[in-house]
C-alpha cells in the first residue's frame, strides 16, 4: 500500500466549538481519501481539507445505492489521551458491509493507520466534555459515471469527522418506542445485517410516522411472519427479563452492532444469563402483563445505552420502570462510557490509542 499523502492546510490550535454541538452538523478541516480501480486496486491514499466531492451525474451509488459506511467515536480522555472505541471492528464490519453489495475490501490495518493519522491531526477538534466525541464517518461508494445495472469497477473510501454532543445533554432519560407490523425494514438474506443508504432510506417513512405519535424509534419485526422482534432503525435490542437477558440472534436481517458486542462481553463478564434467540412481541407482551418484563434497552454507537420507557404494539402500551432508567441500563451506560473516557482500566483491549505527533504542513 502507497504511503499516505498530506495536503494540509494548517494546524489550528485554537479551535473555537460552540456550546451546542447538535450531531452530524459541524466538520473538522480534513477527511481520508482512496480510490480504487481494477488495475491499481487501492491507491492514492491522501489526508486533504474538506471539499465538496466532484461527482458527475451518472456516477452509479446515487442511482443504484451501491455504497456502504459506519460510525464510530473518537474520545479524549481524562488525561488527555486520544482513543478510537473498537475501530477494528467497525472496519471489520464495513468489509463485511461491502462484500454484500460487490465493494473490493480494505485493509483493516491500513485504514486504522489511515484514522489514526487523521485523527491525531485534528485532535483540536475532539470536545472534552463528558458525553462529547469526535463522531466518526467511513464511507465507500461506486463511483463510475453509468446508467447500466452492474456493479462499478471504480470505488472511493472516505473518512469524515464531525465533532458532536452529549446524546443526553439533558440526562439519561427512556425514550418512547412504537413496535411497527405496518412496515418491513429488512428480510434474512437481503441488506439487513449491512450498513448500507438502502437499509435507512427503507426505515425513513415507519419513522416519521412514528414521531408524528409522539415516539423516539420504530421497533422493527422480522421481515416475513412479523412477529419476531429485531432491532430498532438505529439501534440493536435487549430484553430483561426475569430470569435472561434476550437480544434477537444475528439471522442476517439485523446489523451486528458493535455497542452489542461489547454489551454482551460485559454481561457475560458479570455472570448475567444473556441469551441470543428469537424473542416475538407477544412473548415479550405476555412477560409484561405477569410482571416479568423487567426491561427494554436499545444499543448503539451514537446513544451507547439508550433506555425505553415506553413500548406500544398495537393498543397496548407497556410502561417500564414507571417511565425511568433500569438499574442495569445505567450501569452498563456508565461502564462503557467510563472505560471511553479513561475512567476505568480497558481491561478488554476495546481501545485504540492515537499518539500525538507532528506532521508536515504543506
Known amino acids: 500500500m502507497e504511503s499516505i499523502e498530506y495536503k494540509l492546510k494548517g494546524r489550528v490550535s485554537d479551535v473555537k466549538l460552540p456550546d451546542e454541538l447538535g450531531f452530524g452538523r ?36 446515487i442511482h443504484y445505492g451501491q455504497a456502504v459506511f459506519e460510525g464510530l467515536k473518537a474520545f479524549k480522555q481524562s488525561n488527555g489521551n486520544v482513543v478510537l472505541f473498537r475501530a477494528d471492528k467497525h472496519f471489520e464490519r464495513l468489509n463485511n458491509s461491502s462484500r454484500r453489495v460487490c465493494i473490493p475490501d480494505i485493509d483493516v490495518n491500513f485504514a486504522l493507520e489511515a484514522l489514526r493519522e487523521l485523527v491525531n491531526i485534528e485532535r483540536d477538534w475532539i470536545p472534552e466534555k463528558k458525553g462529547e466525541s469526535l463522531y466518526i464517518r467511513p464511507f465507500i461508494y461506486g463511483n463510475d459515471p453509468f446508467l447500466g445495472v452492474r456493479s462499478s469497477k471504480t470505488y472511493k473510501f472516505v473518512i469524515l469527522l464531525s465533532p458532536v454532543g452529549a446524546y443526553y445533554p439533558e440526562g439519561f432519560k427512556p425514550v418512547k418506542i412504537l413496535v411497527t407490523n405496518e412496515y418491513v425494514r429488512a428480510v434474512r438474506k437481503g441488506l439487513g445485517e449491512c ?6 432510506a427503507a426505515s ?4 416519521e410516522h412514528a414521531v408524528k405519535k409522539g415516539f423516539t424509534q420504530v421497533l ?9 422482534i429485531e432491532e430498532v432503525g438505529t439501534m440493536n435490542i435487549f430484553i430483561q427479563l426475569k430470569n435472561e437477558i434476550v437480544t434477537p440472534k444475528l439471522n442476517g436481517s439485523i446489523l451486528p452492532g458493535i455497542t452489542r458486542r461489547s454489551v454482551i462481553e460485559l454481561l457475560k463478564d458479570w455472570n448475567m444469563n444473556i441469551v441470543e434467540r428469537e424473542i416475538s412481541i407477544d412473548e415479550v407482551a405476555n412477560a409484561y402483563d405477569k410482571g416479568e418484563l423487567v426491561g427494554v434497552f436499545g444499543t448503539g454507537t451514537a446513544a451507547i445505552i439508550s433506555s425505553v420507557g415506553l ?5 397496548k402500551e407497556m410502561v417500564l420502570n414507571t417511565g425511568k432508567p433500569g438499574d442495569l441500563e445505567m450501569k ?22 492515537v499518539e500525538e505527533k507532528e506532521v508536515a504542513v504543506s
Open 26 to 61: 459541524i466538520f473538522t478541516d480534513h477527511l481520508f481519501e482512496m480510490d480504487y480501480s481494477p488495475a491499481k486496486g487501492w491507491h492514492n491514499p491522501v489526508i486533504k481539507p474538506v471539499e465538496e466531492l466532484p461527482l458527475h451525474p451518472a456516477t452509479m451509488f
Open 195 to 200: 450498513k448500507t443508504p438502502a437499509n435507512y
Open 204 to 207: 425513513l417513512l415507519a419513522g
Open 220 to 228: 422493527w419485526l422480522d421481515g416475513v411472519e412479523q412477529k419476531y
Open 311 to 315: 413500548l406500544k404494539y398495537n393498543q
Open 332 to 353: 452498563l451506560f456508565d461502564e462503557i462510557t467510563s472505560i471511553q473516557y479513561g475512567l476505568k482500566a480497558d481491561e478488554h483491549n476495546w481501545l485504540i490509542q
